[in-house]
């Protein structure tokens, strides 16, 4: 449960400890990690706050369901820790996962800050808006697609552009590119 080692006697060969300690050892690193994770969480959240992609619904619900995984998949590898069953696998594949948060976040970074090349504008009406409540509030104004395939786009805006803009309202909408090709929304302006 510690180290990975194969338990044959009353105390790990490898690493000293006996079940009780090693089962204290593995919650306490199993809690450390899933701190990380949620701070994790936390971080990506505000990357796309900071550089909302244009496809950030999307997103944010394949997000959701890798994080409601991966926490589903810590509570199992503690529980089977109780029961003395085999934990080594399960507990890898969760210690593989904790860093992916901050990985999508620090990517989601990376594609705006060093997204040299320049806006493109798009000129589209808006349809209507919505805000959703949660731990971190989102606003979108719902306007109409420029995408050949797609009716709307829902663009995320802070709450000064999501008070400043009604339905009907002619805006602008600027778009990076992006450095690894994930296009998010630079900006909204009024016609
Ligand atoms: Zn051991």
Known sequence: MNCGAELTGPACESCGMSIAAAELALRRKLLNRTAIFLLGAIAFMFATGRFPPLEIDGILIFIGVLFFLTLGLGMLVERRALRHKEVEALKRVYYGLIPVPWLLGALLIANGVFDH?????????????????????SR?????????????ERVAV??????????????????????????????????
């Open 117 to 137: 090349a320049p806006r493109v504008d798009w000129h589209a009406r808006v349809i209507s808006r919505f805000t959703m409540f949660g731990p971190l509030p």
């Open 158 to 191: 802070n709450r000064d552009d999501y008070d400043r803009f009604h339905p009907g309202d002619f805006v602008v909408v600027r778009v990076g590119e992006g450095l690894v090709g994930i296009p998010w929304v630079a900006g909204v302006d009024r016609e």
């Open 140 to 152: 979108r104004l719902v306007v109409e697609s420029w995408r050949e395939g797609h009716r709307f």
